[in-house]
């Protein structure tokens, strides 16, 4: 987030558009303070990718473990033939 700085009041403003600046600067810095510690929150930002990778995956999840089922249930099954021949 860089943008240039608003020019500062000048010299003979009074003291409501000083303190409007103040204001202003205040807010700005508050902004900028709550995108550090966004991005500084690792453990909060590697929960919420896992629950979006989580949700891109579940669609998935009962159709390869129904392929994984059968595998195995395959492998047991030619297993079982090969050892009685």
Do not use: F
């Not at 558009?17 to 202003?24: F, G, N, S, T």
């Not at 995956?57 to 090969?82: H, S």
């Amino acid at each position: 987030m860089t943008h240039a700085a608003e020019p500062t009041p000048p010299a003979d403003a009074d003291a409501d558009a000083v303190r409007a600046d103040i204001e202003a600067t205040r807010a700005e810095l508050a902004q900028t303070v709550d995108a550090l510690q966004d991005k500084l929150n690792v453990k909060a930002r590697a929960s919420a990718k896992a629950s979006e990778t989580a949700q891109k995956v579940a669609p998935y999840q009962k159709p390869v473990l129904a392929g994984a089922l059968l595998a195995v249930v395959t492998l047991i099954v030619l297993r079982k033939r090969r050892s009685r021949s």
